[in-house]
């Protein structure tokens, strides 16, 4: 499909004068295999590379899941009109509908593209956005600058602004209503430490949960939980990971597990950590399995055959809903291309590729 739409781009393009068409680059993965059930749910993989800041490096590649063919900076290649790529810090990823949202922090703007040809629909403006999600026909996308904006995906136009706290990460809906994470990053030590509760049917935001301080990630499990990471200060408030009740708006329970990331799939919650310290002027790497029905951790890690130790900095987990791989990046030194890595169920590195700068956010394409 890929070859085809990008045969296609060129030849509408060839006719307008001084437009070069960047090529996409692409590779078959040796060892590739994916025992994939027949009615496989997903038929691709898209992978955000952020790029580092003021480096206007933000680019996406697309793993094909069937044929294990990797192509690298797709959008720019699909999108030789948009003259400045992708732009600077690709911050999220997510689909809706026939609809990809790509968030691009530092040049402030949402990407709308066509989620199975990466052409592009339309750029929205939200200055610093973050993250995105979504609830019946809206999309919700946090800005550092202090609030959730409301988009009409009909339309693509922005209808509301809903106040939050201070430098809003990751939102999450459960049920009728979302979750924001407050962070006050901007502002250390005077961090937030809340979860904003707002009622989509209203657009208000009804209630602040407290929890642990610089709070960033989310994800929510089969059970009603959100899951919640607390990045600390850096010094001596160490990294937690908070479980909030949604039917209660409660924190029911904090694990004593650093996080950087999270990924729920089935009952298991995936769990890396780079935690920073500014005493020690080094980062601690963790990984962790946590059965999120009973919220006990696991005695093993889903990389089990020490491959890990390879990994430098991890910056991206994803799993397989077909096959229950898992997918984790490296980072590497933050400024050269990245890798992504996949394991198996077991633990058991199958292969890996090249990326982008910073490969950090995944999205699944569904079959069609």
Same mark, same amino acid.
């Given at each position: 499909?890929?070859?085809?739409?990008?045969?296609?781009?060129?030849?509408?393009?060839?006719?307008? !004068?001084?437009?070069?068409?960047?090529?996409?680059?692409?590779?078959?993965?040796?060892?590739?295999?994916?025992?994939?059930?027949?009615?496989?749910?997903?038929?691709?993989?898209?992978?955000?590379?952020?790029?580092?800041?003021?480096?206007? !490096?933000?680019?996406?590649?697309?793993?094909?899941?069937?044929?294990?063919?990797?192509?690298?900076?797709?959008?720019?290649?699909?999108?030789?009109?948009?003259?400045?790529?992708?732009?600077?810090?690709?911050?999220?990823?997510?689909?809706?509908?026939?609809?990809?949202?790509?968030?691009?922090?530092?040049?402030?703007?949402?990407?709308?593209?066509?989620?199975?040809?990466?052409?592009?629909?339309?750029?929205?403006?939200?200055?610093?956005?973050?993250?995105?999600?979504?609830?019946?026909?809206?999309?919700?996308?946090?800005?550092?600058?202090?609030?959730?904006?409301?988009?009409?995906?009909?339309?693509?136009?922005?209808?509301?602004?809903?106040?939050?706290?201070?430098?809003?990460?990751?939102?999450?809906?459960?049920?009728?209503?979302?979750?924001?994470?407050?962070?006050?990053?901007?502002?250390?030590?005077?961090?937030?430490?809340?979860?904003?509760?707002?009622?989509?049917?209203?657009?208000?935001?009804? !209630?602040?949960?407290?929890?642990?301080?610089?709070?960033?990630?989310?994800?929510?499990?089969?059970?009603?939980?959100?899951?919640?990471?607390?990045?600390?200060?850096?010094?001596?408030?160490?990294?937690?990971?908070?479980?909030?009740?949604?039917?209660?708006?409660?924190?029911?329970?904090?694990?004593?597990?650093?996080?950087?990331?999270?990924?729920?799939?089935?009952?298991?919650?995936?769990?890396?950590?780079?935690?920073?310290?500014?005493?020690?002027?080094?980062?601690?790497?963790?990984?962790?399995?946590?059965?999120?029905?009973?919220?006990?951790?696991?005695?093993?890690?889903?990389?089990?055959?020490?491959?890990?130790?390879?990994?430098?900095?991890?910056?991206?987990?994803?799993?397989?809903?077909?096959?229950?791989?898992?997918?984790?990046?490296?980072?590497?030194?933050?400024?050269?291309?990245?890798?992504?890595?996949?394991?198996? !169920?077991?633990?058991?590195?199958?292969?890996?590729?090249?990326?982008?700068?910073?490969?950090?956010?995944?999205?699944?394409?569904?079959?069609?």
């Amino acid at each position: 499909m890929m070859y085809r739409l990008l045969i296609a781009i060129c030849l509408l393009a060839a006719c307008r !004068k001084g437009v070069t068409i960047p090529r996409v680059e692409t590779q078959g993965i040796p060892g590739f295999q994916r025992a994939a059930p027949l009615e496989a749910t997903a038929a691709g993989l898209y992978l955000l590379n952020e790029g580092n800041m003021n480096m206007n !490096k933000a680019s996406l590649d697309y793993l094909d899941l069937q044929t294990g063919q990797y192509h690298r900076r797709v959008f720019t290649a699909y999108n030789p009109e948009v003259t400045k790529g992708l732009g600077d810090v690709g911050n999220y990823i997510a689909i809706y509908g026939s609809m990809m949202y790509i968030v691009v922090n530092n040049s402030n703007k949402v990407e709308v593209v066509d989620a199975a040809t990466c052409r592009r629909i339309k750029q929205l403006n939200v200055n610093q956005c973050r993250y995105v999600d979504f609830y019946k026909n809206k999309a919700y996308i946090t800005s550092n600058d202090g609030y959730v904006a409301v988009v009409d995906t009909a339309t693509l136009t922005i209808v509301n602004e809903i106040k939050t706290g201070r430098n809003p990460e990751q939102l999450v809906v459960a049920g009728s209503k979302l979750y924001v994470a407050n962070s006050g990053g901007y502002s250390p030590p005077n961090y937030e430490k809340t979860i904003s509760v707002i009622d989509l049917h209203t657009g208000q935001e009804i !209630k602040r949960i407290e929890a642990g301080i610089n709070l960033h990630r989310m994800a929510l499990d089969a059970y009603g939980d959100l899951y919640v990471t607390s990045r600390g200060d850096y010094y001596t408030v160490p990294s937690r990971i908070y479980v909030i009740d949604t039917r209660t708006d409660t924190v029911k329970q904090t694990l004593e597990i650093a996080a950087s990331n999270l990924f729920i799939h089935k009952d298991l919650a995936y769990i890396y950590s780079v935690e920073w310290s500014y005493l020690t002027g080094g980062n601690t790497i963790s990984y962790t399995l946590l059965n999120v029905k009973n919220e006990t951790k696991l005695d093993r890690n889903f990389i089990a055959d020490g491959t890990e130790k390879n990994i430098r900095i991890p910056y991206g987990i994803a799993v397989d809903p077909d096959t229950d791989d898992v997918y984790v990046t490296d980072a590497k030194d933050y400024v050269t291309p990245g890798t992504l890595h996949c394991y198996d !169920k077991t633990g058991k590195r199958k292969w890996s590729v090249m990326t982008g700068d910073i490969p950090a956010h995944f999205v699944f394409l569904k079959n069609k």
